[in-house]
């Protein structure tokens, strides 16, 4: 028997099984392999393929790039790519740059040593550590003390993780008719006016009267038991026609049921028998913000790991800012999210990388004595790269911004 298999501590994940250390290690390797190995367009391929025949021109190099640098934990990929390309949105090119020496682009890891060679008026970078997709190797001298280690992979990942991770779990786009029927919060424990995390609360998800319809929580097998809660669905309006494309729910916590909705039937005082409606009980796990009654409930969708390759359209892209997320400034900056008026109906998709364009200014002409009125160009502000889309609407990470990006503000391919 091996030291790993002899020593086996048990760790539980919620309602899941108990899992051995090495079990839940194995889990870990996998999934951080499966989150490296996202996928690749024809388009790309060919890209690399073909750079890594010729490079790329000189021109296309960044002014200050480097001759050598040593990948270090931290890097991302977007980061790299900047560094060596004017534009780092093309990444092909410098995954072609490295197709021979580091097959999978997305395994690149801390402690690699990437050079550039600039020959015949053509740039290709190299790797030291020629064809090998696996982490460096390292002795590690063990002793009888806690220790604590990533299960993930170790290559460096496409953006900094922290940039969006916090916004998969919050931000979520509906319909109307979605969140009026989500199953709300109607009572708390002896009275509470609000709700933090470890509170006891109850829910219903049926309607008794009007036209909404919805569906009682349960607490049978298979039934959702993780929920998320939001409040205030707000419209979100398309900046030139107005119209609603969807609703943004404000993230306000989690939950979790404990137990489901049931009814009961009692005698009244004339000794007729009357149906009363039992609420679920739930109990609140995490909050960003205080909850109360009203609030609603919507259920936890499956964890992802999800990868992102910024590229740019293979299409004409046009459209504008719709929204803030969180509303709460007039001006958003670098590593801020906006909400855009392109969704997956109209092509957007994860990794979809666009120019945010500065509205020109408008003044008179003091120059002409007839003072006409001009409009200066739109000047680009910056990039954003989309992260999470709905059908009419996206979620997007502002990556480089020159000044305040605001809410109408366009944006176009960054070609």
């Known amino acids: 028997m091996t030291a790993l298999t002899s020593f086996k501590m048990k760790i539980t994940f919620g309602r899941f099984s108990p899992l051995s250390i090495a079990a839940a290690a194995l889990l870990g390797i996998v999934t951080g392999a499966q989150a490296q190995n996202f996928p690749v367009t024809a388009g790309q391929q060919a890209t690399a393929a073909q750079v890594a025949q010729t490079g790329v021109p000189l021109a296309d190099l960044a002014s200050n790039a480097p001759n050598s640098y040593t990948v270090k934990q931290g890097d991302t990929l977007w980061a790299i790519a900047g560094m060596f390309l004017r534009s780092p949105w093309r990444w092909p090119e410098l995954w072609g740059m490295n197709l021979d020496d580091i097959r999978n682009p997305h395994r690149i890891y801390p402690g690699q040593l990437l050079t550039l060679e600039k020959i015949n008026g053509r740039a290709v970078l190299r790797s030291r550590q020629a064809n090998n997709e696996g982490p460096p190797t390292y002795t590690v001298r063990v002793s009888p ?54 509170d006891r609360a109850y829910a219903r998800g049926g309607y008794s009267s009007g036209s909404d319809t919805g569906k009682p929580l349960s607490d049978e097998d298979g039934a959702t038991f993780n929920f998320r ?46 149906l009363e409606l039992v609420p679920a009980t739930i109990d609140i796990t995490a909050s960003k913000e205080e909850m109360r009654v009203g609030d609603r409930l919507i259920a936890e969708p499956p964890r992802e790991l999800r990868s992102y390759v910024p590229h740019a359209p293979s299409f004409p ?39 945010v364009l500065k509205d020109g200014q408008r003044l008179q ?17 910056g990039l954003m790269m989309v992260f999470r889309t709905f059908e009419h609407l996206s979620y997007a990470l502002l990556l480089q911004v020159t000044d305040g990006v605001k809410v109408g503000d366009r944006f176009v391919n960054p070609n």
């Open 365 to 381: 002409d003091k120059t002409d004595s007839a003072r006409p009125q001009i409009k200066l160009p739109n000047e680009r502000n």
């Open 145 to 198: 003390h806690i220790r604590s280690t990533l299960l993930s992979d170790p290559a460096i990942p496409t953006l900094a993780p922290q940039a969006i991770e916090p916004f998969l779990a919050e931000p979520l786009i509906v319909d109307e008719a979605t969140f009026a029927t989500a199953p709300r919060i109607v009572a708390t424990q002896e009275g509470r006016v609000l709700l933090s995390r470890g």
């Open 229 to 274: 809660v939001f409040r205030n669905a707000k419209p979100l309006k398309d900046p030139r026609t107005q119209a609603i494309l969807g609703y943004e729910a404000q993230y306000v916590g989690q939950a979790e049921l404990v137990r489901g909705e049931s009814s009961t039937q009692t005698e009244d005082k004339d000794g007729q028998l009357q």
């Open 317 to 355: 892209v046009s459209g504008q800012i719709v929204s803030m997320y969180g509303n709460t400034v007039a001006y958003s900056g670098e590593n801020q999210i906006v909400v855009i008026n392109q969704g997956s109906d109209d092509g957007m998709e994860r990794g979809h990388v666009m120019a």
